[in-house]
């Protein structure tokens, strides 16, 4: 890893962690929001960590499993970093479905956190 860019790095570590806690334990996803954080998720907006955290915790399932696909990085001119995923869940017992998933994330307090986050399922003719 240390031959790619610290964009790069940051990013993949960030991403690696965020599926990891949300496969184990979504109510830990707290410490990586701030409270002007924004999450977009199926047109659905939240902002702040509490709403955040909330709607995460809420949603209708029991067991999820992330299979990343693809993932890019950006450094972006006021220093954030940008990163896109592309993968597949499996929640409970439902169908394997495709995802994207965008976040921007901003160095706060000597760790980097997600100031907004930008959910879809990859459903297609439904």
Same mark, same amino acid.
């Given at each position: 890893?240390?031959?790619? +860019? #610290? &964009?790069?790095?940051? %990013? $993949?570590?960030?991403?690696? =962690? *965020? *599926?990891?806690?949300?496969?184990?334990?979504?109510?830990?996803?707290? @410490?990586?929001?701030?409270? !002007?954080? /924004?999450?977009? &998720?199926? %047109?659905?907006?939240?902002? %702040?960590?509490? @709403?955040?955290?909330?709607?995460?915790? $809420?949603? +209708?399932?029991?067991? #999820?499993?992330?299979?990343?696909? @693809?993932?890019? =990085?950006? +450094?972006? +001119?006021?220093? /954030?970093?940008?990163?896109?995923?592309? %993968?597949?869940?499996? @929640?409970?017992?439902?169908? #394997?479905?495709?995802? =994207?998933?965008?976040?921007?994330?901003?160095?706060?307090?000597? $760790? &980097?956190? /997600?100031?907004?986050?930008?959910?879809?399922? !990859?459903? =297609?003719?439904?």
């Amino acid at each position: 890893m240390g031959d790619k +860019p #610290i &964009w790069e790095q940051i %990013g $993949s570590s960030f991403v690696q =962690h *965020y *599926y990891q806690l949300f496969d184990t334990d979504r109510t830990q996803l707290g @410490a990586i929001y701030i409270d !002007a954080s /924004c999450l977009t &998720w199926e %047109g659905q907006q939240f902002q %702040g960590k509490a @709403a955040i955290v909330e709607k995460l915790s $809420s949603l +209708p399932f029991t067991k #999820i499993a992330h299979n990343i696909t @693809a993932q890019d =990085h950006q +450094p972006t +001119p006021d220093s /954030c970093i940008l990163s896109m995923v592309v %993968g597949q869940l499996k @929640a409970d017992d439902d169908q #394997i479905l495709g995802f =994207h998933q965008t976040f921007l994330l901003r160095s706060y307090s000597s $760790s &980097w956190v /997600c100031t907004n986050e930008v959910f879809r399922l !990859a459903l =297609h003719n439904l």
